[in-house]
């Protein structure tokens, strides 16, 4: 039998057992995984190399825990504690962060259109909890951090928690998604009960929501299909519905993500995080060379204007760049220095912004 032969045969194992489980055969779906399972085995006997077998084993390994799970012989659903730990793939995929230094807005450069938006779309909801009953508003809900790259997504995400003082929840796509049958989904489902167990609230941040939300197509496989449509459950509230999430993702092509996740109550609110302007370009070589001598020749305006166009983690490396060419020389002479204006002058011919002159149309279309 062909590779090609083996592949499907297991993806019609794959597709009834699928075809089950929307009926709500579970049974059925298990028997099917477990033949999956059994196939994927068989392949690992006839491989030719260790490197195959082991892949082939540890595919039909998860596909066998995730029969045991549809059958009910095993429950994965446990309350993690200390003695039964959260599965592996949400320590691995949705990083709790806290403790160490709290970033706030104040750490931010510029961007004071958009602080101000999530100021009042959802922080202040969460901490003036009686004004808010007071004017009827509903508190929680999500927003879409959308731009360039290298323009503080994840960043503003951060400071928004340390503004609630709540635990941050960042869930990885790349960690999440599976090319194993139903993992993906119950792995998502797992991350957001994580979360849920925090008794004050969590802030939960959606790197890359594309990736895991993209449009669905005719072309589209069933696999995508049911992330998808378990990632709008569970921004619906499935599984236990809190006020006290806050939901943010971010994406650098919004325009690659399926209509359902822009509707309320999803992401109803959509934040443009552009390049940084004038002020917050000075205000980002301010904060990346506070703990550095620099010389007082260096002209900071003339930083700015030759920044323009670049984003902020563009600017953060030129700075790097700049800072490197003293700190080498003090290595091998000796003899330390201030950064100086040759430095900066250097760093900056060699920074080639990150974002294209089309990029920034796009998104201005898509605005619209």
Same mark, same amino acid.
């Given at each position: 039998?062909?590779?090609?032969?083996?592949?499907?045969?297991?993806?019609?194992?794959?597709?009834?057992?699928? =075809?089950?489980?929307?009926?709500?055969?579970?049974?059925?779906?298990?028997?099917?995984?477990?033949?999956?399972?059994?196939?994927?085995?068989?392949?690992?006997?006839?491989?030719?190399?260790?490197?195959?077998?082991?892949?082939?084993?540890?595919?039909?390994?998860?596909?066998?825990?995730?029969?045991?799970? %549809?059958?009910? !012989?095993?429950? *994965?659903?446990?309350?993690?504690?200390?003695?039964?730990?959260?599965?592996?793939?949400?320590?691995?995929?949705?990083?709790?962060?806290?403790?160490?230094?709290?970033?706030? *807005?104040?750490?931010?450069?510029? =961007?004071?259109?958009?602080?101000?938006?999530?100021?009042?779309?959802?922080?202040?909801? %969460?901490? &003036?909890?009686?004004?808010?009953?007071? &004017?009827?508003?509903?508190?929680?809900?999500?927003?879409?951090?959308?731009?360039?790259?290298?323009?503080?997504?994840?960043?503003?995400?951060?400071?928004? #928690?340390?503004?609630?003082?709540?635990?941050?929840?960042?869930?990885?796509?790349?960690?999440?998604? !599976?090319? &194993? &049958?139903?993992?993906?989904?119950?792995?998502?489902?797992?991350?957001?009960?994580?979360?849920?167990?925090?008794?004050?609230?969590?802030?939960?941040?959606?790197?890359?929501?594309?990736?895991?939300?993209?449009?669905?197509?005719?072309?589209?496989?069933?696999?995508?299909?049911?992330?998808?449509?378990?990632?709008?459950?569970?921004?619906?509230?499935?599984?236990?519905?809190?006020?006290?999430?806050v939901f943010l993702a971010a994406t650098n092509e919004p325009w690659l993500l399926d209509s359902a996740l822009l509707r309320p109550p999803r992401f109803c609110e959509k934040c443009y995080i552009p390049l940084p302007d004038a002020t917050a370009r000075r205000t980002l070589f301010d904060m990346s060379l506070q703990d550095c001598p620099v010389d007082h020749t260096v002209s900071m305006e003339s930083l700015v204007r030759r920044s323009n166009g670049l984003s902020g983690a563009d600017i953060v490396n030129v700075c790097e760049h700049a800072k490197l060419i003293p700190f080498c020389e003090a290595v091998n002479t000796g003899i330390d220095r201030p950064v100086a204006?040759?430095?900066?002058?250097?760093?900056?011919?060699?920074?080639?912004?990150?974002?294209?002159?089309?990029?920034? #149309?796009?998104?201005?279309?898509?605005?619209?």
């Amino acid at each position: 039998m062909s590779p090609a032969d083996w592949a499907e045969l297991l993806t019609g194992f794959l597709d009834r057992a699928n =075809l089950a489980l929307q009926r709500g055969d579970r049974r059925a779906a298990a028997d099917d995984t477990a033949r999956g399972a059994e196939l994927l085995f068989l392949q690992a006997q006839i491989a030719k190399t260790l490197d195959e077998k082991r892949r082939f084993v540890k595919r039909a390994g998860q596909l066998l825990e995730t029969s045991l799970t %549809l059958d009910g !012989s095993v429950n *994965f659903e446990k309350e993690s504690t200390a003695e039964n730990p959260a599965p592996a793939c949400v320590q691995a995929a949705c990083v709790k962060t806290s403790g160490g230094k709290t970033l706030t *807005f104040e750490n931010i450069a510029g =961007l004071g259109i958009v602080k101000e938006t999530l100021l009042q779309r959802l922080i202040y909801p %969460l901490k &003036y909890p009686e004004k808010l009953q007071r &004017y009827g508003i509903s508190s929680g809900g999500g927003m879409l951090l959308y731009g360039p790259p290298g323009t503080g997504k994840t960043l503003l995400a951060r400071a928004v #928690a340390g503004e609630l003082g709540l635990p941050f929840y960042v869930i990885k796509s790349s960690e999440v998604l !599976s090319q &194993y &049958y139903g993992q993906s989904e119950k792995q998502l489902a797992d991350l957001f009960q994580e979360a849920r167990k925090s008794p004050d609230g969590a802030v939960i941040f959606l790197d890359e929501i594309d990736a895991l939300g993209a449009k669905r197509t005719e072309q589209m496989n069933e696999a995508s299909r049911r992330v998808i449509n378990q990632l709008l459950q569970e921004l619906d509230g499935v599984g236990g519905k809190s006020e006290k999430l806050v939901f943010l993702a971010a994406t650098n092509e919004p325009w690659l993500l399926d209509s359902a996740l822009l509707r309320p109550p999803r992401f109803c609110e959509k934040c443009y995080i552009p390049l940084p302007d004038a002020t917050a370009r000075r205000t980002l070589f301010d904060m990346s060379l506070q703990d550095c001598p620099v010389d007082h020749t260096v002209s900071m305006e003339s930083l700015v204007r030759r920044s323009n166009g670049l984003s902020g983690a563009d600017i953060v490396n030129v700075c790097e760049h700049a800072k490197l060419i003293p700190f080498c020389e003090a290595v091998n002479t000796g003899i330390d220095r201030p950064v100086a204006q040759d430095d900066f002058d250097t760093a900056m011919q060699n920074a080639q912004p990150s974002v294209t002159p089309e990029l920034l #149309a796009r998104f201005e279309r898509w605005k619209r």
